[in-house]
């Protein structure tokens, strides 16, 4: 069994995590595992975000165990009418001092842009870049990105009260409701971060 610390303490990113990865070994948040780092996010890529973050929290780790891993994603919301923004700003998009905003500025924010662009909805995505950092069995260090997207359109009203962030705002490709109003269940499976952590299930298989 492996043990992960998830470099987060967003409870629904931590959630989603551990409903997917819950079944590979014991799923921690950062506080649970005692870390306060907080690695700054100011890199160009949802890729490099996500690698800088989890090697520095690997680095503060006593000792480098094989089985402990840390995870470290990057998302945000990609929408086509505002030229793919706010993309890697998303958590800060409604902030004035480039710190993270609340879900609710943000959203207010995303909802204000759209008026103002005259439009009421863009195609949109939700993507999420999930890094893997830990020790092989061999003592060698595993470093693996992946990168997974959640096609949809955002449109200028709330709908629903599930999950978090601008997931009120997201209506997936096939789907009629916001990833709000669906059931956790159904947003995991559909879900950017979902598809990522697909690719690292994979990548942590071939390590067994
Ligand atoms: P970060 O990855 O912690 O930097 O956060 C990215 C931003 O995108 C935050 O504002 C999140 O709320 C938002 N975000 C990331 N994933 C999701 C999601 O699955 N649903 C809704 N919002 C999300």
Redesign the pocket.
């Known amino acids: 069994m492996f043990q992960f610390i998830i470099a987060?303490n967003?409870e629904g990113k931590i959630k989603e995590f551990r409903a997917m990865l819950g079944d590979l070994g014991r799923v921690m948040s950062q506080r649970e595992a005692n870390i306060r780092l907080e690695p700054e996010?100011n890199a160009q890529s949802f890729e490099e975000n996500a690698l800088k973050k989890a090697k520095a929290i690997f680095n503060t780790l006593p000792r480098e165990p094989y089985g402990t891993f840390i995870l470290a994603?990057?998302?945000?919301?990609c929408v086509d009418v505002l030229g793919g923004e706010p993309g890697v700003r998303?958590?800060r998009y409604a902030s004035k001092n480039d710190k993270n905003a609340t879900?609710e500025a943000?959203r207010y924010k995303l909802i204000q842009e759209l008026r103002s662009h005259g439009v009421p909805s863009s195609p949109a995505r939700?993507v999420?870049c999930v890094a893997l950092v830990g020790m092989g069995a061999r003592g060698e260090r595993i470093e693996f990105v992946a990168r997974g997207e959640c096609e949809g359109r955002v449109i200028d009203e709330e709908r629903g009260k599930n999950?978090?962030?601008?997931?009120r705002l997201f209506i997936p490709d096939g789907l009629e409701e916001t990833?709000a109003e669906v059931a956790p269940e159904i947003k995991n499976r559909l879900?950017?971060?979902y598809k990522a952590l697909l690719q690292v299930r994979a990548h942590l298989a071939a390590l067994m």
């Open positions: 987060s967003n996010e994603d990057d998302s945000g919301i998303s958590a879900d943000n939700f999420a999950g978090f962030g601008y997931d990833l879900s950017h971060r």
